[in-house]
């Protein structure tokens, strides 16, 4: 998926929501030592910065160099590209080694990792006692009761150009795969819902929506599911072309430890 991502790195930085600085602190209140933090998946980096309030070193890999290449500088962050051909015992080592890192955060982006491979470095990497994993990510937004439904009928026209672990999303992670013990914020079967509020133009909505995957596939196909149409119909639930909403990403959490 590194491939995907790469034709719309730009639009990520740009376009995706900030999740709420709570987040970081219920994360870091829950594990024993804060020394060392690993982001999978990090895309611009902006959980690694995130985490980094909280912990002394963050590591943030990401398969695409693209991406990575957007990232948001910090001093206690170091950005790492993780090509799919690197092996486990490289990945050990180049985050911190078995039984060293105290959180691992993956935000929007698990549900395209091999999850059992994934997870059986999460189980060699976590503190034992005292250190979590916790995964998020969010599939909807809501902005008003004549936005939505117009939305949702955008969103049905983008279903035939996901990729099929999307699922995992759009059931908001209650059928993900998750085997590690409660902390308190979600378990297996049961994520934690959360919502992540933000102030959006409607060209704000605009550039969000160009970097949803299904999107970029689409348009790669020849069909523009952001058509003039589609877009003067989105305008005109949204009110005013400069008009600047509060809306809600609509998230959920699963966090826990490795079982003992």
């Known amino acids: 998926m590194a491939g995907l991502f790469d034709q719309q790195a730009d639009l990520y930085l740009d376009a995706r929501p900030t ?15 804060r020394s060392l933090a690993w982001d999978v998946g990090t895309g611009n980096g902006q959980a690694a910065i995130g985490v980094a309030e909280h912990y002394e070193q963050v590591i943030g890999t ?6 990575l290449q957007h990232a948001i500088p910090h001093p206690k962050v170091k950005y790492l590209y993780t090509p799919l051909s690197i092996s486990d015992e490289e990945l050990l080592s180049s985050i911190g080694g078995e039984n ?5 955060t993956v935000a929007q982006a698990v549900h395209w990792f091999d ?3 994934f ?22 937004i809501a902005v008003s009761p004549t936005f939505d439904p ?5 969103h049905d026209t983008t279903l035939p150009y996901w990729n099929p672990n999307i ?14 013990e409660s902390v308190g914020l979600g378990s297996e079967g049961q994520p934690l819902a959360l919502d992540i509020p933000k102030k959006l133009s409607f060209e704000g909505l605009l550039r969000m929506l160009r970097s949803w995957s299904a999107v970029v596939t689409a348009k790669n196909q020849g069909v523009d599911l952001l058509s003039e149409n ?3 119909e989105l305008k005109s639930a949204w009110g005013r072309s400069n008009l600047v909403r509060s809306i809600a990403y609509k998230a959920f959490m699963l966090a826990g430890k490795v079982k003992l």
């Open 167 to 180: 699922q995992y999303v759009f059931d908001g992670y209650k059928t993900l795969p998750f085997p590690f």
């Open 119 to 140: 997870y059986s470095l999460v189980t060699r990497l976590l503190r034992k006692p005292g250190g979590i994993v916790a995964i998020w990510c969010y599939n909807d």
């Open 100 to 104: 060293s890192v105290d959180l691992i």
């Open 230 to 232: 589609v877009v003067k």
């Open 150 to 154: 117009v939305m949702k009928r955008f």
């Open 62 to 67: 990401d398969v695409s160099e693209a991406q």
């Open 115 to 117: 999850l059992p491979k």
């Open 19 to 33: 999740y709420p600085f709570q987040w970081y602190s219920m994360l870091a209140a829950r594990t024993l030592h």
